[in-house]
């Protein structure tokens, strides 16, 4: 299948099975949601005081720095382990594996339940928190040397074309390039992410070869071009779908002053765009394995013969 495929095969499939696909994630995004307002509000709390800054005169710089330090002074440790630890380390590895689970099981024509998906999930559940850990922790070495680099290239270009208004712009021309091959190269890495917890939740429960099995099939020397398109086009429908999101939360801070309301549309949302996401990769690992594997020939062969 092509990129275009692929995405309209998996929105196709999230709209025939949305509601129990939206039951799936809001299983662990409902407590965590309810989590953030009540024990650690801190976070909600803080979207309220930039909303206020957003609203204060230009040259009110009094009231904009006592806004911002109440705003950081709001951030508690309940709130920093409900929105970075327990949601993304700890709950949603879980959810994953119940999505990639039962939308293999669509894309199969052998649908199974709710409860069997996470049935199956929870065996796999602490091999698919190591893929998120070994993977996070590979993203902080990357980015903590992009940090050091764009350093010393900043620092280079400015010794080389000067302080004044050349430098600025020689940095420019350097430095957006570069950029954009990160950014490029973290959504690359991210395609391997994806694969690696699509092999635990439906191949392997060993944590190594499954992020293996996710880095072969990502950097494909034959698919190379396949999981660029991909890579940008799981990028692109995660970006657009936040900014939306973003965009509808903030009108409707700005209209009602409800943070409750924005926190249902914010988690409504948010399933809406991991359960598309989540459907997309399970397509496209199908896809991979396919072409790079020979899937379909493999499951063949293991099947028994038919009676004669």
Do not use: K
Not at 50 to 60: E, K, T, W
Not at 76 to 94: D, E
Not at 144 to 160: H, K, N, P
């Amino acid at each position: 299948m092509s990129i275009g495929e692929i995405l309209d095969r998996a929105i196709t499939t999230y709209v025939r099975r949305c509601l129990p696909l939206f039951v799936i994630l809001a299983i662990t995004v409902v407590p965590v949601t309810l989590l953030q307002l009540t024990v650690a509000p801190g976070f909600t709390h803080m979207s309220d005081l930039f909303a206020q800054m957003n609203r204060l005169p230009v040259g009110d710089t009094v009231d904009r720095n006592r806004l911002m330090s109440e705003a950081f002074g709001s951030i508690n440790g309940a709130s920093v382990f409900a929105l970075f630890i327990l949601w993304p380390v700890i709950l949603f590895p879980l959810t994953r594996n119940a999505i990639y689970t039962y939308a293999d099981g669509l894309l199969e024509n052998a649908p199974v339940s709710i409860g069997a998906a996470y049935g199956a999930s929870v065996g796999r559940w602490v091999a698919q928190i190591v893929v998120v850990v070994g993977y996070f922790s590979m993203a902080c070495v990357i980015g903590f040397a992009a940090i050091v680099i764009f350093g010393l290239i900043g620092a280079l270009v400015f010794a080389a074309a000067g302080r004044g208004t050349g430098g600025a712009v020689a940095l420019l021309v350097v430095l957006v390039p570069s950029v954009l091959a990160l950014w490029l190269g973290f959504a690359l890495l991210n395609v391997a992410f994806e694969l690696s917890s699509v092999s635990v939740a439906l191949e392997e429960n060993n944590p190594i070869r499954a992020m293996g099995n996710g880095w072969r099939r990502a950097f494909d020397r034959a698919l190379r071009r396949r999981t660029i398109g991909i890579a940008l086009a799981f990028s692109a429908v995660e970006i657009v779908g936040s900014l939306a999101l973003l965009a509808v939360s903030a009108l409707l801070q700005s209209l009602t002053h409800l943070a409750l309301l924005q926190a249902v549309v914010s988690a409504i949302g948010q399933i809406v765009i991991s359960g598309v996401l989540g459907v997309f990769m399970v397509v496209y690992a199908r896809d991979v394995r396919l072409r790079r594997e020979g899937y379909d020939l493999l499951r063949a062969a293991s099947e028994p013969a038919p009676a004669t």
